[in-house]
Protein backbone atom coordinates (compact mmCIF):
# COMPACT_ATOMS: atom_id res chain seq x y z
CA UNK A 1 0.00 0.00 0.00
CA UNK A 2 1.49 3.20 -1.27
CA UNK A 3 0.96 6.40 0.72
CA UNK A 4 -0.09 9.19 -1.98
CA UNK A 5 1.06 12.02 0.81
CA UNK A 6 4.67 10.72 0.11
CA UNK A 7 4.70 11.04 -3.20
CA UNK A 8 5.89 14.52 -4.86
CA UNK A 9 2.78 15.63 -6.31
CA UNK A 10 4.76 17.79 -9.64
CA UNK A 11 6.90 14.51 -9.98
CA UNK A 12 5.18 11.88 -12.35
CA UNK A 13 4.66 8.32 -10.64
CA UNK A 14 7.97 6.43 -10.19
CA UNK A 15 8.38 2.99 -10.63
CA UNK A 16 8.37 2.45 -6.83
CA UNK A 17 5.42 3.89 -6.35
CA UNK A 18 4.09 0.40 -7.13
CA UNK A 19 0.78 1.23 -9.06
CA UNK A 20 0.06 2.33 -12.67
CA UNK A 21 0.57 5.98 -13.37
CA UNK A 22 -3.07 7.47 -13.69
CA UNK A 23 -3.60 7.71 -17.59
CA UNK A 24 -5.81 10.86 -19.07
CA UNK A 25 -8.25 9.87 -21.73
CA UNK A 26 -6.07 11.73 -23.99
CA UNK A 27 -3.20 9.19 -23.19
CA UNK A 28 -1.04 11.45 -21.58
CA UNK A 29 0.37 10.64 -17.59
CA UNK A 30 -1.93 12.53 -14.85
CA UNK A 31 1.31 14.22 -12.97
CA UNK A 32 -0.58 15.81 -10.17
CA UNK A 33 -2.64 14.21 -7.56
CA UNK A 34 -6.12 14.12 -7.65
CA UNK A 35 -7.14 15.06 -11.22
CA UNK A 36 -8.96 13.30 -13.57
CA UNK A 37 -7.08 14.88 -16.57
CA UNK A 38 -3.71 15.74 -17.13
CA UNK A 39 -2.82 19.47 -17.42
CA UNK A 40 -3.29 20.15 -20.83
CA UNK A 41 -7.40 18.55 -20.70
CA UNK A 42 -7.81 20.23 -17.83
CA UNK A 43 -7.15 24.06 -19.29
CA UNK A 44 -8.80 22.74 -22.76
CA UNK A 45 -12.01 21.87 -20.81
CA UNK A 46 -11.88 25.21 -18.29
CA UNK A 47 -11.54 27.10 -22.05
CA UNK A 48 -14.70 25.41 -22.63
CA UNK A 49 -16.93 26.10 -20.23
CA UNK A 50 -15.59 29.27 -19.81
CA UNK A 51 -16.84 29.43 -23.45
CA UNK A 52 -20.24 27.91 -22.53
CA UNK A 53 -20.64 30.32 -19.95
CA UNK A 54 -20.31 32.98 -22.50
CA UNK A 55 -22.32 31.69 -25.05
CA UNK A 56 -24.93 31.41 -22.34
CA UNK A 57 -24.63 34.70 -20.92
CA UNK A 58 -24.92 36.09 -24.96
CA UNK A 59 -28.27 33.69 -25.47
CA UNK A 60 -30.01 34.96 -22.03
CA UNK A 61 -28.85 38.13 -21.23
CA UNK A 62 -29.40 39.49 -17.76
CA UNK A 63 -31.76 42.72 -17.35
CA UNK A 64 -29.99 45.07 -15.72
CA UNK A 65 -31.77 44.77 -12.24
CA UNK A 66 -31.03 40.94 -12.91
CA UNK A 67 -27.34 42.07 -13.28
CA UNK A 68 -27.21 44.59 -9.92
CA UNK A 69 -28.77 41.49 -8.11
CA UNK A 70 -26.26 39.27 -9.08
CA UNK A 71 -23.45 41.43 -8.04
CA UNK A 72 -25.12 42.60 -4.32
CA UNK A 73 -25.13 38.44 -4.20
CA UNK A 74 -21.87 38.40 -5.13
CA UNK A 75 -20.76 41.19 -3.19
CA UNK A 76 -22.70 39.14 -0.08
CA UNK A 77 -21.04 35.67 -0.74
CA UNK A 78 -17.53 37.14 -0.75
CA UNK A 79 -17.67 38.24 2.42
CA UNK A 80 -19.26 35.72 4.05
CA UNK A 81 -16.68 33.46 3.09
CA UNK A 82 -13.83 36.67 4.36
CA UNK A 83 -15.99 35.85 7.49
CA UNK A 84 -16.89 39.51 7.38
CA UNK A 85 -20.66 38.90 7.36
CA UNK A 86 -22.23 35.55 8.76
CA UNK A 87 -24.72 32.86 7.42
CA UNK A 88 -28.25 33.70 9.28
CA UNK A 89 -31.17 31.24 9.63
CA UNK A 90 -34.78 31.87 8.72
CA UNK A 91 -35.64 34.99 10.58
CA UNK A 92 -38.89 33.30 11.29
CA UNK A 93 -38.82 29.96 11.72
CA UNK A 94 -35.12 29.71 12.43
CA UNK A 95 -34.97 27.20 9.45
CA UNK A 96 -31.11 26.57 9.05
CA UNK A 97 -31.45 26.40 4.77
CA UNK A 98 -32.01 29.68 4.54
CA UNK A 99 -31.83 32.34 1.72
CA UNK A 100 -30.93 35.86 1.77
CA UNK A 101 -32.86 38.60 0.00
CA UNK A 102 -31.87 41.80 -0.69
CA UNK A 103 -33.85 45.31 0.00
CA UNK A 104 -31.54 47.04 -1.48
CA UNK A 105 -29.14 45.84 -3.82
CA UNK A 106 -27.12 48.90 -3.46
CA UNK A 107 -26.81 47.81 -0.06
CA UNK A 108 -25.39 44.07 -0.41
CA UNK A 109 -24.92 43.47 3.38
CA UNK A 110 -28.05 44.12 4.09
CA UNK A 111 -30.57 41.54 3.57
CA UNK A 112 -33.46 39.53 5.44
CA UNK A 113 -32.62 35.89 5.87
CA UNK A 114 -35.42 33.24 4.62
CA UNK A 115 -36.31 29.86 4.41
CA UNK A 116 -37.49 28.50 1.64
CA UNK A 117 -41.46 28.19 2.73
CA UNK A 118 -41.20 32.15 4.31
CA UNK A 119 -39.34 33.60 1.43
CA UNK A 120 -42.60 35.04 -0.34
CA UNK A 121 -44.26 35.78 3.45
CA UNK A 122 -46.41 39.63 3.21
CA UNK A 123 -45.70 41.66 3.98
CA UNK A 124 -42.55 41.23 1.46
CA UNK A 125 -39.33 40.53 2.74
CA UNK A 126 -38.38 43.82 1.09
CA UNK A 127 -41.22 45.46 2.94
CA UNK A 128 -39.48 44.58 6.38
CA UNK A 129 -36.77 46.55 6.20
ZN1 LIG B 1 -5.17 14.70 -21.31
ZN1 LIG C 1 -38.77 30.14 7.75
Known amino acids: MTIF ?3 EPDK ?18 IVRFGFETCERCY ?12 LRRAKYPRTP ?8 RSHLHTY ?10 CEICGNAKSHPYHADYAKP ?8 SHRNDSPSARDLI
Open 5 to 7: SDL
Open 12 to 29: PYGAEAMVAPPICSCRRQ
Open 43 to 54: QDGETKRKEAER
Open 65 to 72: EQVRRDIA
Open 80 to 89: IKRGKALKRP
Open 109 to 116: LEVRWRCH
